[in-house]
């Protein structure tokens, strides 16, 4: 199955989504694979028969959220001088949404640009990180800091890849399918309901339901100055936490969990959405085992690392909330007093 992007007003970035239907790939120029030891030692060998290449090298980086900084982007930079990458050359992001950020990051400095495709292993980075272009870097100031919008030529979906995923690494993949769900097509949610995505069958359907969802987003924005900003439900929440949490504790998609429980409360609240459709959407999470809850110590603390978020603009705090279930409402207007008061409902009491 393929899936097109097109960029409405740039047409040079288009490009395609291939699920399962990667067979072989041939290049004549240099090309990096750049992956981390635990994609490496489960998938590596399967990704080297399928490419052909001029010269073909691996770069691999160490493992894991809180290594997606300066110091992996350095490495992998590092490796393509020494091995004198040029503009022609190419790289492939092999691993999950990690890889895919720091790869693509390292694509759009290298020489000022150079073509780089991506092939995502894990569930969150097959149905959302890989598509869409944005690439970046974590820092001591917050997630995905210091980065740029910068397009894949392509981007390959194996399905067979995630037989490996672990429990929690596939529940933090259906966390961004449902925040898809959530804000953009009701009938994807009852059907998210009443299926199993532990059926493969019924996990492909989710996978070209949310890739195509993705895709027709980022094709009217690829910079996130309207629609595509909703893709940022739950996360306004979930980056504080990652940060607080030294991005160790959670990962991305399970932070993401929590942050849409934190925005449906603060969108029960506001009158957005009813207590039983945000019991619904907790329900859906819960029966992938995803967590629900995050213990803040302070509130102030918390609310005032809102501000560290780039989509933090002009001191106002961006919020995605869902309107109903199938619908959303960006909001800058809310009461600091109603945003603490939501917060204080997740105080750790111990």
Same mark, same amino acid.
Request: net charge negative; charged share 25%.
């Given at each position: 199955?393929?899936?097109?992007?097109?960029?409405?007003? #740039? +047409?040079?970035?288009?490009?395609?989504?291939?699920?399962?239907?990667?067979?072989?790939?041939?290049?004549d120029r240099k090309v990096a694979i750049v992956t981390n030891p635990k994609v490496a030692g489960l998938h590596l060998k399967v990704l080297l028969n399928m490419i052909s290449a001029k010269e073909l090298y691996v770069i691999t980086?160490?493992?894991?959220?809180?290594?997606?900084? #300066?110091?992996?982007? /350095?490495?992998?930079?590092?490796?393509? &001088?020494?091995?004198?990458? %040029?503009r022609s050359s190419l790289l492939i992001a092999f691993g999950g949404g990690v890889i895919g950020d720091m790869t693509g990051y390292a694509?759009? @400095?290298?020489?000022?640009? @150079?073509? &780089?495709?991506?092939?995502?292993?894990?569930?969150?980075?097959?149905? %959302? =990180?890989?598509?869409?272009?944005?690439?970046g870097i974590n820092n001591a100031y917050g997630k995905n800091l210091i980065?740029?919008?910068?397009?894949?030529? =392509?981007?390959?979906?194996? $399905?067979?890849f995630l037989q490996t995923l672990q429990k929690r690494e596939f529940g933090a993949g259906v966390a961004e399918i449902v925040k898809m769900a959530?804000?953009? %097509?009701?009938d994807f949610f009852v059907w998210l309901e009443q299926h199993d995505l532990h059926s493969q069958?019924?996990?492909?359907?989710?996978? #070209? +339901?949310?890739?195509?969802?993705?895709?027709?987003?980022? *094709?009217?924005?690829?910079?996130? +100055?309207?629609?595509?900003?909703?893709?940022?439900y739950g996360h306004t929440f979930a980056h504080v936490i990652e940060n607080m949490t030294n991005y160790s504790r959670f990962l991305h998609g399970e932070a993401v969990s929590i942050g849409m429980v934190m925005a449906n409360k603060l969108a029960v609240k506001l009158g957005l959405l009813c207590s039983k459709d945000a019991d619904k959407i907790e329900?859906?999470?819960?029966?992938?085992?995803?967590?629900?809850? &995050?213990? @803040?110590t302070d509130a102030h603390t918390f609310y005032d690392a809102f &501000?560290?978020?780039?989509? $933090?603009?002009? =001191?106002?705090?961006?919020? @995605?909330?869902?309107?109903?279930?199938? *619908?959303?409402?960006?909001?800058?207007?809310?009461?600091?007093?109603?945003?603490? /008061?939501v917060l204080e409902e997740f105080i750790d009491e111990k």
């Amino acid at each position: 199955m393929q899936t097109e992007i097109n960029f409405e007003n #740039q +047409k040079s970035l288009n490009y395609t989504i291939y699920i399962d239907e990667l067979q072989k790939l041939e290049f004549d120029r240099k090309v990096a694979i750049v992956t981390n030891p635990k994609v490496a030692g489960l998938h590596l060998k399967v990704l080297l028969n399928m490419i052909s290449a001029k010269e073909l090298y691996v770069i691999t980086v160490p493992d894991g959220e809180a290594y997606k900084n #300066q110091k992996s982007l /350095d490495m992998i930079l590092e490796n393509l &001088f020494n091995h004198r990458f %040029d503009r022609s050359s190419l790289l492939i992001a092999f691993g999950g949404g990690v890889i895919g950020d720091m790869t693509g990051y390292a694509a759009s @400095i290298f020489q000022r640009g @150079i073509d &780089f495709i991506q092939i995502p292993t894990t569930l969150l980075s097959q149905v %959302d =990180a890989s598509v869409g272009g944005k690439t970046g870097i974590n820092n001591a100031y917050g997630k995905n800091l210091i980065g740029a919008f910068y397009q894949p030529k =392509a981007v390959y979906i194996q $399905t067979p890849f995630l037989q490996t995923l672990q429990k929690r690494e596939f529940g933090a993949g259906v966390a961004e399918i449902v925040k898809m769900a959530v804000t953009f %097509d009701r009938d994807f949610f009852v059907w998210l309901e009443q299926h199993d995505l532990h059926s493969q069958k019924d996990l492909a359907t989710a996978i #070209q +339901k949310s890739v195509e969802t993705k895709a027709w987003v980022v *094709g009217q924005d690829e910079k996130e +100055k309207g629609i595509r900003a909703v893709l940022n439900y739950g996360h306004t929440f979930a980056h504080v936490i990652e940060n607080m949490t030294n991005y160790s504790r959670f990962l991305h998609g399970e932070a993401v969990s929590i942050g849409m429980v934190m925005a449906n409360k603060l969108a029960v609240k506001l009158g957005l959405l009813c207590s039983k459709d945000a019991d619904k959407i907790e329900q859906l999470l819960l029966k992938y085992d995803l967590p629900v809850s &995050f213990g @803040i110590t302070d509130a102030h603390t918390f609310y005032d690392a809102f &501000f560290l978020d780039k989509k $933090t603009k002009n =001191a106002k705090i961006t919020f @995605i909330l869902p309107k109903e279930i199938g *619908g959303y409402e960006m909001r800058t207007d809310i009461d600091k007093m109603i945003v603490l /008061d939501v917060l204080e409902e997740f105080i750790d009491e111990k």
